[in-house]
């Protein structure tokens, strides 16, 4: 057996005791190795210039294809749903409250071995006013099997932000993945800075927060990536180094966009574990044309362009493009067609349900492997568990700053003498 192989007896270990309680709960007899965030962010660190996809599972097809490609690679992988696409007010079928089981029957049938991390991305705190809901809400999320979590309150300024996440500590559970935000997915407006970023990162570290990974403004769109300023490297480089001794690492947004050379510098040049792909598979599995790095191609007419015999039928895509018509829908909102058509998609005959799930097979395969360095990660993720005996490893860092010094009175004195740039106002989730 190769070294970087799974042992059998270490999975069935691992299986024992690395699933969080609440997936123990949900699926007693299951065989998928379902574990908080933090052992993906392990492994990653563990191989070192390595990044994993996070998955987002607008469909099915999405997640079969992912935990094929994972499997294949034997990688970890992280399946997430944004709360746009999968909270209350979802645009898609997949949400909160249903990808952890959809995600558990996929790896049990396919008999995946690999360990997995279901991720609510993109939980927005928009306004105070939504912190009373949130508190409601995110233990819901939990209860169904969610084992990590992205608090998205980048959208307030630095002050509310950093509170917003505070007030929420004590809804997430303590062994569950952690990411924090400063600065909305933007593009080139309203860049973070590294001020903004140890601001946050310190006053959480005071309040006994240890994220395991933050995101950053650093220069990508969600949905569909309109020009080539992409992933600034260089800013996302200098931020991770302003934080060394908080060893937290960095989460990539708007990944669908940006060529197959700047992923690598990412992997390679920062300290950067995890990469939200969300809008590149849901086009892949549909049958659109795509560049080689998921950026969905248009021709003449600005329309995309539909590969005859891959994803769904031409019939199916034809019905697509005329809902789409009739709603006056049109480009990076095609992901509005994800909660329509889900049941019809899944109601197509098996060779093409299967030809959907193998075209993002083999794109996160090929990402995986030759992109983000993230094959053989799952051994390390295993041992990781093993060494810890536990489904929680705890956090990397322990408390450092002074509480007294990050009173809410404190801190928003502190944010007042920063000089930030939050860009337009809008709506720029995905």
Not at 294 to 318: S, Y
Not at 384 to 400: C, E, L, M, S
Request: negative net charge; glycine residues 8%.
């Amino acid at each position: 057996m190769s070294e970087n192989k799974i042992n059998p007896k270490d999975f069935e270990q691992a299986l024992k005791i690395g699933r969080p309680p609440n997936v123990v709960k949900l699926f007693p007899n299951s065989m998928a190795l379902i574990v908080s965030g933090r052992f993906i962010d392990r492994a990653m660190l563990a191989k070192g210039k390595a990044v994993t996809i996070a998955a987002n599972g607008r469909n099915l097809f999405v997640i079969r294809g992912a935990l094929a490609a994972a499997q294949r690679a034997n990688a970890v992988i992280i399946i997430e749903i944004a709360r746009s696409e999968g909270g209350a007010n979802a645009y898609c079928a997949v949400n909160y409250w249903n990808i952890a089981r959809q995600v558990d029957a996929v790896c049990n049938e396919l008999e995946i071995t690999i360990p997995v991390a279901i991720h609510a991305d993109h939980y927005g705190i928009k306004k105070e006013d939504d912190l009373e809901f949130a508190k409601i809400e995110i233990p819901s999320m939990f209860d169904a099997g969610i084992t990590s979590i992205a608090i998205d309150a980048s959208h307030m300024p630095d002050d509310k932000n950093l509170i917003a996440n505070i007030e929420l500590k004590p809804y997430i559970p303590q062994w569950a993945g952690l990411e924090t935000e400063i600065g909305e997915i933007k593009g080139k407006l309203g860049l973070s800075t590294v001020e903004e970023a140890v601001f946050l990162i310190q006053g959480l570290n005071a309040h006994s927060i240890f994220p395991d990974w933050i995101a950053l403004n650093n220069g990508t769109t969600h949905g569909i990536e309109e020009s080539g300023q992409g992933i600034q490297v260089g800013l996302t480089s200098e931020i991770h180094n302003a934080l060394p001794k908080y060893n937290v690492s960095g989460a990539q947004h708007g990944t669908s966009g940006n060529s197959s050379d700047r992923l690598r510098e990412i992997a390679s040049k920062t300290r950067t574990t995890k990469a939200n792909v969300a809008t590149a598979l849901q086009m892949i599995s549909w049958g659109l044309e795509v560049n080689d790095y998921g950026n969905a191609m248009l021709d003449e007419d600005g329309n995309f362009i539909k590969v005859k015999g891959q994803g769904v039928t031409e019939e199916m895509w034809n019905m697509m493009l005329a809902y789409a018509l009739e709603n006056d829908i049109k480009g990076g909102n095609f992901k509005k067609l994800n909660l329509p058509f889900e049941n019809k998609l899944l109601g197509q005959v098996k060779a093409v349900r299967e030809r959907m799930a193998k075209r993002v097979e083999d794109f996160v395969f090929n990402m995986l492997v030759n992109v983000l360095n993230a094959e053989d990660t799952a051994r390390l993720a295993i041992d990781a568990i093993n060494d810890a005996g536990t489904y929680d490893p705890g956090p990397k860092v322990q408390r450092i700053e002074d509480p007294s010094e990050w009173t809410p009175e404190k801190i928003r004195k502190r944010a007042a003498a920063i000089e930030s740039n939050k860009g337009p106002e809008g709506d720029f989730d995905d």
